[in-house]
């Protein structure tokens, strides 16, 4: 499967746990984004890395949201002391990065996070 | 911050009916993507739309950008099972690579 992979796909945690989230993209894929999206509601941008560089985060992203793609290859999301309101689904998309902003995004199938 | 908004939230047809949601920004786009989310699934890039007042056809989708570059809109004729889903319009502004989505349109389709 050459798509873009997540994991894990669900986690359930307990208030005040930390987690952490992988994303594998496409090969060749220099752009990442990740996403929120809560029942009923589109994805909520939440940020995006160009290879290594995280170019933008959204600014309802708080401080206990933390990304990263070190090798600009695969990402990781985490969650510290995480609180009831962060359950969602937490998706990763990847594009190709060519030509200008708005190229196609590949969601990846998405890690569905409970905290209880 | 930019805002998109879709109506209807849900909309119900008979297998067969033709369908439409709209799709409107606050602000001018750079381009409009459509995506279809299956229940259950992840969402999936149907079109993307750049010129003002492009229309674009995928079999029996129809998709419109508006001369403005602030709406849009998704036409399906004689709808099917198989089209069942969330359909989301996300939007570009100028400039940034944050896509922000509507709340799409749930279509669900009466055999």
């Known amino acids: 499967d050459t798509g873009v992979s997540q994991n894990p796909r669900h986690k359930i945690t307990k208030r005040g746990q930390n987690v952490t989230f992988r994303c594998d993209p496409i090969s060749e894929h220099n752009r990442l984004y990740w996403y929120r999206q809560t029942l009923g509601q589109g994805p909520e941008f939440l940020t995006y890395f160009q290879n290594e560089a995280q170019l933008e985060k959204s600014r309802l992203l708080s401080d206990r949201f933390s990304a990263e793609r070190p090798k600009g290859s695969f990402s990781t999301l985490e969650i510290q002391r995480t609180e009831q309101g962060d359950s969602a689904m937490y998706l990763c998309a990847s594009s190709s990065g060519q030509g200008n902003a708005a190229d196609t995004q590949y969601f990846g199938p998405g890690t569905r996070l409970t905290v209880l | 911050g930019q805002q998109v908004m879709q109506i209807p939230q849900y909309q119900h047809v008979q297998e067969g009916e033709d369908f439409t949601t709209y799709c409107n920004s606050s602000?001018?786009?750079?381009?409009i993507q459509w995506y279809k989310q299956r229940p259950g699934g992840h969402p999936v890039f149907l079109i993307q739309?750049?010129?003002?007042?492009e229309v674009k056809k995928q079999k029996r989708l129809t998709f419109q950008f508006g001369e403005a570059k602030k709406n849009s809109s998704l036409h399906i004729t004689a709808t099917q099972t198989t089209d069942v889903g969330t359909y989301f319009c996300?939007?570009?502004?100028?400039?940034?690579?944050?896509?922000?989505f509507g709340k799409g349109t749930k279509l669900s389709v009466i055999p």
């Open positions: 996300a939007g570009y502004g100028a400039g940034s690579y944050q896509l922000t």
């Open positions: 602000t001018t786009l750079s381009n």
């Open positions: 739309l750049v010129k003002s007042g």
